[in-house]
T-cell receptor, first 116, second 115 residues
């Protein structure tokens, strides 16, 4: 069975500072990995995904994530935080080669607060 | 092309009543997933449907919950005899293909409150 752990339910940064949101996963087969963002009272929006190929993935709004198989991690980063980045972020995993459809297992979420 | 539409956005039900949550997938999408988000938790998979078929309902509670995706019309998540513990946000996602690397697009959710 696969699982996702997001370290830190709340992360607070100053505007302009580095954003680092941590995600570790466990999967018995090669995973596909995703980061979603959820703004208050909104649905989830895909930030980026890793399927195969380059392990450093660039997404929307200046975010990127690196797949590290040896560390079973997929941490999300952004060099300089903006006030509009304040939201809740979810890491998710889907099994590649296992089930043939896109069922996602989500982490618990990390709420990002950005201070002026 | 409108996004995934869920209605109602907010639903209040008394204990014992029925709740019907609707999801209209994006145009051309025939694959629908339902997820539940309990307070302070991440989203949990409930059910995966393809037009007129339930493919995987491993995340659905055994009783009171059912889902359908008819040939015509939206997907429906039905909760009978609701209890306080059913209070949550229910999200629907749709996809044009049922493959692991195909992006699923999420609706804005229905927030169910049981009083």
């Amino acid at each position: 069975a696969q699982s996702v752990t997001q370290l830190g339910s709340h992360v607070s940064v100053s505007e302009g500072a580095l954003v680092l949101l941590r995600c570790n996963y466990s999967s018995s087969v090669p995973p596909y990995l995703f980061w979603y963002v959820q703004y208050p009272n909104q649905g989830l929006q895909l930030l980026l995904k890793y399927t195969t190929g380059a392990t450093l993935v660039k997404g929307i709004n200046g975010f990127e994530a690196e797949f590290k198989k040896s560390e079973t991690s997929f941490h999300l980063t952004k060099p300089s935080a903006h006030m509009s980045d304040a939201a809740e972020y979810f890491c998710a995993v889907s099994e590649a080669g296992g089930t043939s459809y896109g069922k996602l297992t989500f982490g618990q979420g990390t709420i990002l607060t950005v201070h002026p | 092309n409108a996004g995934v539409m869920q209605n109602p956005r907010h639903l209040v039900r008394r204990r014992g009543q029925e709740a019907r949550l609707r999801c209209s997938p994006m145009k051309g999408h025939s694959h629908v997933y339902w997820y539940r988000q309990l307070p302070e938790e991440g989203l949990k998979f409930m059910v995966y449907l393809q037009k007129e078929n339930i493919i995987d309902e491993s995340g659905m509670p055994k009783e009171r919950f059912s889902a359908e995706f008819p040939k015509e019309g939206p997907s429906i998540l039905r909760i009978q005899q609701v209890v306080r513990g059913d209070s949550a946000a229910y999200f629907c996602a749709s996809s044009p293909r049922g493959t692991v690397n195909t992006e699923a697009f999420f609706g804005q959710g229905t927030r169910l409150t049981v009083v």
